[in-house]
């Protein structure tokens, strides 16, 4: 367990803040949080476990922080519909021994972080479009939620952002729309993950609660003000580029290239 002084607790609080509406509105939070806890000490594994804590407590307070009116509970009951393949994908994802070159798994998550990239730039107007009234319970949208819980269950990483995109680019649904349904179904996902990382011995208690709180924080801020503000939408596609380009360039060893070519 670790022992925090109070700078300790305002650097844990601060990055909590920032990945809480990051995760929120985007996703991809994970990346401040797990840095932090790899700077205190804690090893992949452990750093993996414990920042389940603030993940599943900031989706809870998430979900419950939405405002509450038709449109919401109408977009909570369609995404009921999206839990069931993601959730059998992702207890899948989680049992299912996958021998994968990590390597290759990488490159993979940033090509595709830079094709969803591609589609903001070159297709504006549909991640900007209002939900249509295209039918959502399709087999293709069954297959392709599977593949995502799946995906979710043995990696998790960028998660929210691809959710993001077939939402948007495949089932329809505006921007708003689809991080409303997001909270949910995120929190569905995660919340078997945390117990199992509970009863594993594996969580830092004391970091994890001491960077949750900012979490928290930062989901309601994002949730109450921000998630379904029409005026904020735009401003949530420019984060979500901004992520997605450093999750790229990141993923692809780019900025391990540059810093070995204009730094050494």
């Known amino acids: 367990m670790a022992s925090?002084?109070?700078?300790d607790l305002f650097l844990l609080f601060l990055?909590?803040?920032?990945?809480?509406?990051?995760?929120?509105?985007a996703g991809n939070g994970s990346a401040i949080t797990l840095s932090l806890l790899f700077f205190f000490g804690l090893s992949a594994h452990a750093a993996n476990a414990t920042n389940r804590v603030g993940v599943f407590l900031q989706t809870i307070v998430a979900v419950l922080s939405l405002r509450k009116n038709e449109q919401t509970k109408k977009l909570f009951w369609e995404g009921a519909w999206f839990l069931i393949p993601s959730f059998i994908g992702s207890v899948l994802g989680a049992v299912v021994a996958i021998d994968i070159?990590?390597?290759i798994l990488t490159i993979t998550i940033g090509v595709?972080?830079?094709?969803?990239?591609?589609?903001?730039?070159?297709?504006?107007?549909?991640?900007?479009?209002?939900?249509s009234d295209k039918k959502k319970?399709?087999?293709l949208n069954f297959v392709l939620f599977f593949a995502l819980g799946f995906y979710a269950g043995f990696v998790q990483m960028g998660m929210g952002l691809i959710f993001l995109s077939i939402m948007i680019l495949v089932a329809q649904y505006s921007l708003k729309d689809a991080n409303i349904i997001k909270q949910f179904l995120v929190l569905a996902l995660v919340a078997p993950a945390f117990f199992v990382f509970a009863f594993s011995g594996q969580i830092d208690w004391v970091l994890g609660l001491a960077i949750a709180p900012g979490q928290m924080l930062g989901a309601f801020i994002a949730s109450r003000y921000l998630l379904q503000?029409?005026?904020?939408?735009?401003?949530?596609?420019?984060?979500?580029?901004?992520?997605l380009i450093i999750a790229a360039v990141k993923l692809l060893g780019i900025w391990d290239w540059a810093v070995q070519v204009f730094v050494a």
Do not use: C
């Not at 925090?4 to 700078?7: I, P, V």
């Not at 969803?116 to 479009?129: D, E, G, N, Q, T």
């Not at 503000?229 to 992520?243: E, G, H, K, S």
């Open 229 to 243: 503000n029409d005026a904020a939408q735009v401003w949530i596609r420019y984060l979500l580029m901004v992520i």
């Open 15 to 25: 990055g909590g803040l920032l990945a809480g509406i990051i995760n929120t509105l």
């Open 137 to 139: 319970k399709t087999p």
């Open 101 to 103: 070159d990590e390597h």
């Open 112 to 131: 595709l972080m830079l094709l969803i990239l591609a589609s903001m730039f070159f297709s504006p107007k549909r991640w900007a479009a209002a939900t």
């Open 4 to 7: 925090l002084e109070l700078f």
